[in-house]
């Protein structure tokens, strides 16, 4: 605004300086260089204004950052009890108990969930966009605490594990595999610095990422970055679940790990994740189906609720909201 008005008063000086040189019937020489003199006077006039401008817009910068790392720095940090219980494992199960959870007072997302994975089964949760399979599995972590009822790993409440040991033995895989600046070598070992090369190399080859890795010309010591990476989408997953395989996790939660690749991808990928979930506890969030088809069991969610329950025969014979989903998908 201020520049416009700068350029609009050059103008009028122009404009009405070079009128009265060519009508006063002086020296138009003068009055030119009058002119000249007042285009220069006229601009550093607005000099003083634009430069208080300018400094105001990066107070007000400064002071919106201010605001945003004062917030960052007050947030509450994680409850973790000063005398947390331990864990070494899973020896019996991991339970939700009648969870009620909402990220706002005022909106609960998810309303009664019960369900429960024993020990060496898996559990797959399926269901609409927006019906709460992710955030249910939020709540194992403990990225945060329910409203009511519990969640518990071998009948204790996660609010009363020690924060540490109950992260040391979960192990999640992401839609978004997520490389960091740095070696192969470094990106596997990242969860289990202390790792030897032969166990890396022998998660890597159950991840079926190993001769891809061996391939390239300094094989594990490659630089990646997650921006500009060597790796395909899929490939990049398959990094994720060695990087898994190797912290040899108690619990698996995998979420939706084979819903951005390509067929031929899809099917490394299951062999990958048949190994890491072999033996372990899981819970597998899925939208294609035929990856969760030999779950022990299904837990279909709708709207925050569990609307239906069992295993893929079962389900299919009861002709619900499964069996629509699995016919829906297998007719495309």
């Known amino acids: 605004m201020l520049q416009g008005m700068s350029l609009i008063n050059t103008a009028v000086v122009i404009f009405f300086g070079g009128w009265l040189a060519l009508h006063s019937g002086g020296n138009r020489v003068v009055a030119l260089g009058l002119i000249v003199v007042f285009v220069q006077y006229s601009s550093q006039f607005y000099q003083p204004i634009t430069q208080i401008s300018s400094q105001y817009n990066m107070l007000q910068l400064a002071m919106t950052g201010a605001k945003r790392i004062n917030s960052l720095l007050t947030q509450q940090s994680e409850i973790s009890p000063k005398d947390g219980k331990k864990i070494t494992g899973i020896k019996h199960d991991v339970a939700f108990n009648n969870v009620h959870f909402g990220y706002n007072q005022d909106h609960e997302i998810l309303h009664g969930i019960s369900m429960k994975a024993t020990k060496g089964k898996m559990v797959a949760l399926v269901g609409p966009t927006g019906s709460g399979k992710t955030t249910t599995i939020n709540l194992l972590n403990r ?141 597998v969030i899925a939208h294609r189906l035929k990856t969760i088809l030999n779950a022990d069991e299904i837990v279909v969610l709708k709207d925050g609720k569990i609307i239906e329950r069992g295993n893929h025969a079962e389900l299919l014979k009861n002709n619900g909201f499964y069996a629509q989903l699995y016919r829906d998908q297998f007719s495309i």
Do not use: C, W
């Open 143 to 283: 990225f945060y605490d329910v409203d009511s009822g519990s969640v518990t790993f071998d009948g204790t409440d996660v609010r009363k594990l020690d924060l540490a040991s109950l992260r040391k033995q979960v192990g999640v895989v992401l839609q978004e595999a997520v490389l960091f600046s740095g070696t192969i070598r470094d990106n596997i070992k990242f969860g289990r610095p202390a790792a030897s090369d032969d166990e890396m190399i022998d998660a890597a080859k159950q991840a079926n990422i190993h001769d891809y890795i061996m391939s390239l010309p300094d094989g594990y010591d490659t630089k990646i970055d997650n921006d500009n990476s060597i790796f395909s989408t899929g490939q990049k997953q398959l990094v994720s679940i060695d990087r898994t395989i190797l912290t040899n996790p108690s619990l698996l939660v995998l979420d939706e790990a084979t819903s951005n690749v390509d067929t031929v991808t899809e099917q490394k990928l299951q062999k990958a994740m048949d190994n890491v979930i072999d033996g372990r506890t899981s819970f």
